[in-house]
């Protein structure tokens, strides 16, 4: 099947440095990815859409400059957290749809946990 | 805005109990709903979905309706595994969206033997 995968795992990161998370399609074509963010018990939240070769669409209240997306290849979307903040402590998930299939089929990768101290 | 509510958790069962996790939700139109499952270290896979009212989605013993007149889609499974422990998210989504999700919250599920 469908593999997403995430790197790293999880990262602990200080105050103010930037810190990069990729999420890579394994054996198929993604033509558009999906970076969530997770609180504990709470949902996941969309931040941005990114689509292969062209900018990144944000959800409404994330920041664009905080938080870098990258889309340069078919297989590799990165999400870069600049000058965290504890508060940016999370759960961050990609997902990635597959080119040309039906909108529902996306496949989620594991989790990256971040943690800013 | 759109949303989706599910029964908070954690549920705890024993092998071969009735499972069920309510979902609701709130939307302006007609999505298509959706039950997804993360296990331990695993990504969200897709267990089942329904795009129109009164549609029954199934999969591994899962079963969920889609119900407009009560918005609900509420997840079932008439006897439960060990294997079945997870996460287990309730998300919509309309057609025209790129497959943009909206998800509840999670409700973790614990299946003891």
């Known amino acids: 099947g469908a593999v997403v995968s995430q790197h790293p795992s999880w990262v602990i990161c200080k105050s103010g440095t930037s810190v990069k998370i990729e999420c890579r399609s394994l054996d198929f074509q993604a033509t558009t990815m999906f970076w969530y963010r997770q609180f504990p018990k709470q949902s996941l939240m969309l931040m941005a859409t990114s689509n292969e070769g062209s900018k990144a669409t944000y959800e409404q209240g994330v920041e664009k400059d905080k938080f870098l997306i990258n889309h340069a290849s078919l297989t590799l979307s990165t999400l870069t957290v600049t000058s965290a903040h504890p508060e940016d402590s999370s759960f961050y998930i990609c997902?990635?749809?597959?080119?040309?299939?039906?909108?529902?089929?996306?496949?989620f990768g594991p989790g990256t946990r971040l943690t800013v101290t | 805005g759109d949303s989706v509510t599910q029964m908070e958790g954690p549920v705890t069962l024993s092998e071969e109990a009735f499972l069920t996790i309510n979902c609701t939700y709130t939307?302006?139109?007609?999505?298509?709903l959706f039950w997804y499952v993360q296990y331990p270290g695993e990504g969200l896979q897709l267990l089942l979905k329904?795009?129109?009212?009164?549609d029954k989605g199934s999969n591994k013993g899962f079963e969920a309706t889609y119900r407009k007149e009560t918005t609900s889609f509420h997840l079932e499974k008439g006897s439960v595994q060990v294997s079945d422990s997870a996460v287990y998210f309730c998300a919509l989504r309309y057609g025209t969206s790129y497959g943009k999700l909206t998800f509840g919250q999670g409700t973790i599920l614990t299946v003891h033997p």
């Open positions: 939307a302006t139109g007609y999505p298509s």
């Open positions: 329904a795009t129109k009212a009164d």
């Open positions: 997902s990635a749809r597959v080119a040309g299939g039906p909108e529902y089929e996306q496949y």
